[in-house]
């Protein structure tokens, strides 16, 4: 992402290292020490794992920031739950903080993860801040197109067919060049050439309420230790990223791992009685602004994913969905895209 993105312009807005967790009826901070080491304290005595797994939370975060992400791209593969015990964290440390948490990441609450994107995943987390852009998400893909000539995006001309050196738009319209990448999701791609498999996906659903008062006032995520859900994880969005929501409201984002199973008035009542336990009544006057639900929201990541990019019939494809599930991922996978091109054009 450092390459292809300009993190000042963008006016990058962090959240708090660390997490919130509600257990048995209570909220328990783990902040990183390293970062927050007024907090330290703090987060020893939570009954969210014991003494050992902190520790052994502080030996990964030194282990995997030593080691290089071309390293862990080729480490041992299982999954993320089996690697967390090899790791000699107990199961109440999983549950009660891995499982919500990376969960929250992954959008898999049974952590069955490729273990190589955890420990890339949890490498970033351990280097550096979780941000969002002070103009929202869509700001992202906007600074990208902006780096490039004018006129080169053509946007709501949908693409029917791709073959060789020829691409044919829903117009009917033909477009030819010398190299043709496909940078699509992997169910567009899987469409559109031979050899290319759909991946599985996961899905969440977001709620975002109105409220005239936020529910907490730190910029941190509040993660649901007791597996209940069905919210797993509820953040005050503009008190991360003020601009979020106008003057004198709050902006509540709460996720869903998987909410497909009921309609939407009984997940947005289902949400609200979760979350009144943990913040009380007021959460009834809170006004519910709009449900998404993303049935495609990230490309499965288990163990033995595919390479970074691949060749069909003389076209390359990359996506997220061939590396790791992330906008890192994403980015990562379409420059190998382009140098994979000008090594074929030298």
Not at 24 to 45: K, N, T, Y
Request: proline share 7%; with cysteine.
């Amino acid at each position: 992402c450092l390459r292809l993105l300009d993190y000042g312009a963008l006016d990058m807005k962090p959240f708090l290292p660390g997490a919130v967790i509600r257990h048995d009826g209570r909220f328990h901070r783990l902040a990183d020490p390293w970062r927050q080491p007024l907090r330290a304290l703090e987060s020893l005595v939570s009954p969210i794992g014991s003494l050992g797994d902190k520790l052994r939370i502080a030996s990964l975060r030194g282990r995997l920031r030593r080691r290089s992400l071309d390293d862990l791209a080729s480490a041992s593969e299982t999954t993320t739950r089996q690697r967390l015990a090899e790791y000699g964290f107990s199961e109440r440390m999983i549950d009660g903080f891995f499982r919500p948490f990376l969960g929250g990441v992954f959008l898999d609450d049974a952590l069955d993860t490729s273990s190589r994107m955890f420990e890339f995943v949890f490498k970033m987390f351990s280097e550096g801040d979780v941000v969002v852009p002070g103009a929202g998400m869509q700001a992202i893909p906007e600074s990208i197109a902006a780096a490039l000539p004018r006129d080169s995006v053509r946007l709501e001309s949908p693409v029917e067919q791709v073959c060789g050196s020829r691409c044919v738009l829903g117009s009917g319209e033909t477009l030819e060049a010398d190299h043709i990448v496909v940078a699509t999701d992997g169910n567009t791609a899987s469409r559109l050439l031979r050899g290319v498999e759909s991946p599985r996906w996961r899905e969440t659903v977001c709620l975002y309420f109105d409220a005239a008062e936020p529910p907490f006032d730190d910029p941190i995520l509040m993660l649901d230790g007791d597996g209940r859900g069905p919210a797993n994880n509820v953040c005050v969005m503009n008190r991360v990223a003020p601009d979020y929501a106008p003057p004198g409201r709050f902006l509540v984002s709460v996720s869903v791992i998987d909410g497909s199973n009921v309609g939407d008035d009984e997940l947005e009542r289902a949400v609200r009685s979760q979350i009144t336990g943990w913040f009380g009544p007021v959460v009834q006057d809170w006004r519910c602004l709009r449900q998404y639900r993303i049935p495609q929201a990230l490309p499965i990541a288990g163990p033995h994913a595919m390479p970074t990019i691949a060749r069909t019939d003389g076209v390359i494809v990359c996506g997220d969905f061939l590396a790791n599930p992330s906008i890192n991922g994403a980015m990562a996978s379409g420059r190998e895209a382009a140098e994979a091109i000008l090594s074929i054009s030298r």
